[in-house]
């Protein structure tokens, strides 16, 4: 490119430039930004809703689900415990004849 082009390339991007400043500080401008910004944060607060919902409910299956595993270790321990006993009633049983 010669140096009569990369001159003009270089003009129109200054060009563009300082119109799409002028534009974007226009009150038009400004009224879309603080629009799309204002929408913006509604999604904010409607996605921190969804997360706050959600965590509730995940930290109330997760407390579910402790309550149900403590539950089963409770009946595990208390089969164990009467096995215990069984064998131990049988064992005593054989030695006292």
Request: glycine share 8%.
């Amino acid at each position: 490119m010669s140096g009569l082009g990369r001159f003009g390339v270089w003009a129109c991007g200054v060009l563009f430039g300082t119109a799409g400043v002028a534009i974007l500080k226009s009150d038009d401008a400004k009224t879309v930004y603080t629009h799309v910004t204002a929408a913006a944060k509604r999604g904010g607060d409607c996605v921190m809703k969804t997360y706050t919902t959600l965590k509730e409910n995940i930290d109330d299956i997760n407390a579910e689900a402790d309550d149900i595993n403590e539950e089963r270790a409770r009946k595990k321990e208390e089969r164990e415990i009467a096995d215990a006993r069984a064998k131990l009633e049988a064992y005593e049983a054989r030695t006292q004849k």
